[in-house]
């Protein structure tokens, strides 16, 4: 089985590695990179640090996708700002019965299929605002993925797990395919606790309503999410982000049938811990706010729901990130 892998960060190493590790199909696995990360991976393999041991996986690595021509099964696990440019490159990946597996943070540039919404065709300003991504990537071809894990990187092609295990796997356009269980038994069968989903899209909400906070908030303070919880103004702020998203949420389709509360003790038992945009932060890579929050706020005028609290927090992320670099600055008319 050919897999390749598109983004070798901590997530990407963590399936990579893994999967190379599994006994139950024998895995021809590629790697797409550049640069430096490109030469380490092939000096060293695709390796992983976790439960005290290192695992390494030999890999084809190349930063043409010609190299390594069409695959069974395509893994993207990019940062969602490095899609746009990415996605041009990806065509000589993709045959006629290729499965690219999106394995990203925030809502996906296919969020809308699938959905009741007399919109939903209609793509995310927010997340691919030319159609770059969904000229070059079928939609068809596409089945999402929600990581439920935290993975840092120790350095170039090189990750470490910290903890969580979980992965989600559904059709955008929802129910059950004989695809989405092919693709989870592999995953089962690599260790991972993976499950399919029939609403891939409330999965990738709810994860979204804790990450939507915790990441550009802690991206800004440098704060670990233990701080964050503990600081009660903080931790009232973050809830009113969360309760504009669960109104539209449940106007998408996608109800929560929880509290914000409830959440927060959920991430709490996790303890302190970088989010993965404080960390990208930190290394000075571009930060995924428009998956995690530009896309909320365009959602929330496409569904009529006003959202103070997610404009506050989008605005001072924004800003943040801008005077780091690592966000392009507005254009003005």
Same mark, same amino acid.
């Given at each position: +089985?050919?897999?390749?892998?598109?983004?070798?960060?901590?997530?990407?190493?963590?399936?990579?590695?893994?999967?190379?590790?599994? %006994?139950?199909?024998?895995?021809?696995? $590629?790697?797409?990179?550049?640069?430096?990360? /490109?030469?380490?991976?092939?000096?060293?393999?695709?390796?992983?640090?976790?439960?005290?041991?290192?695992?390494?996986?030999?890999?084809?690595?190349?930063?043409?996708?010609?190299?390594?021509?069409?695959? *069974?099964?395509?893994?993207?696990?990019?940062?969602?700002?490095?899609?746009?440019?990415?996605?041009?490159?990806?065509?000589?990946?993709?045959?006629?019965?290729?499965?690219?597996?999106?394995?990203? %943070?925030?809502?996906?540039?296919? &969020?809308?299929?699938?959905?009741? +919404?007399?919109?939903?065709?209609?793509?995310?300003?927010?997340?691919?605002? *030319?159609?770059?991504?969904?000229?070059?990537?079928?939609? !068809?071809? @596409?089945?999402?993925?929600?990581?439920?894990?935290?993975?840092?990187?120790?350095?170039?092609?090189?990750? =470490?797990?910290?903890?969580?295990?979980?992965?989600?796997?559904?059709?955008?356009?929802?129910?059950?395919? !004989?695809?989405?269980?092919?693709?989870?038994?592999?995953?089962?069968?690599?260790?991972?606790?993976?499950?399919?989903?029939?609403?891939?899209? =409330?999965?990738?909400?709810?994860? /979204?309503?804790?990450?939507?906070?915790?990441?550009?908030?802690?991206?800004?303070?440098?704060?670990?999410?233990?701080?964050?919880?503990?600081?009660?103004?903080?931790?009232? &702020? +973050?809830?009113?982000?969360? /309760? !504009?998203?669960?109104?539209?949420?449940?106007?998408?389709?996608?109800?929560?049938?929880?509290?914000?509360?409830?959440?927060?003790? @959920?991430?709490?038992?996790?303890?302190?811990? =970088?989010?993965?945009?404080?960390? *990208?932060?930190?290394?000075?890579?571009?930060?995924?706010?428009?998956?995690?929050?530009?896309? @909320?706020?365009?959602?929330?005028?496409?569904?009529?729901?006003?959202?103070?609290?997610?404009?506050?927090? /989008?605005?001072? $992320?924004?800003?943040?990130?801008?005077?780091?670099?690592?966000?392009?600055?507005?254009?003005?008319?």
């Amino acid at each position: +089985m050919k897999v390749a892998l598109v983004g070798a960060g901590a997530i990407g190493c963590w399936l990579g590695a893994r999967l190379a590790q599994q %006994n139950h199909t024998p895995i021809q696995l $590629s790697v797409l990179a550049r640069g430096e990360s /490109l030469q380490a991976i092939r000096a060293h393999g695709v390796q992983l640090h976790i439960a005290g041991q290192t695992l390494q996986a030999s890999v084809q690595a190349s930063d043409q996708a010609a190299d390594l021509g069409a695959q *069974d099964l395509v893994l993207v696990a990019l940062k969602a700002p490095a899609l746009g440019e990415v996605a041009r490159q990806l065509t000589p990946l993709i045959g006629p019965h290729t499965v690219v597996l999106t394995a990203m %943070n925030g809502v996906p540039w296919w &969020f809308m299929q699938g959905l009741s +919404m007399p919109t939903q065709a209609t793509r995310l300003q927010s997340v691919d605002p *030319d159609a770059v991504i969904e000229r070059a990537i079928p939609v !068809e071809q @596409v089945l999402g993925c929600v990581v439920h894990a935290s993975c840092a990187l120790l350095g170039r092609g090189h990750a =470490k797990h910290h903890f969580g295990n979980g992965l989600i796997v559904g059709e955008p356009r929802g129910g059950h395919s !004989e695809r989405v269980q092919q693709v989870v038994d592999l995953l089962c069968a690599a260790g991972f606790e993976a499950s399919a989903s029939a609403q891939i899209q =409330k999965d990738i909400w709810y994860k /979204l309503w804790g990450n939507m906070t915790v990441n550009p908030i802690s991206a800004v303070t440098g704060a670990t999410t233990d701080l964050l919880l503990a600081d009660p103004l903080v931790r009232g &702020f +973050m809830s009113r982000v969360m /309760l !504009e998203a669960q109104t539209i949420g449940a106007r998408l389709g996608l109800p929560i049938d929880q509290q914000p509360e409830d959440r927060h003790a @959920v991430t709490a038992k996790l303890g302190a811990f =970088k989010s993965s945009m404080l960390q *990208d932060i930190e290394a000075k890579r571009a930060v995924e706010l428009d998956a995690l929050v530009s896309a @909320v706020r365009e959602l929330g005028e496409r569904t009529g729901v006003d959202t103070p609290f997610t404009d506050a927090l /989008l605005g001072i $992320s924004r800003l943040h990130a801008q005077v780091q670099g690592l966000y392009p600055p507005l254009s003005h008319p």
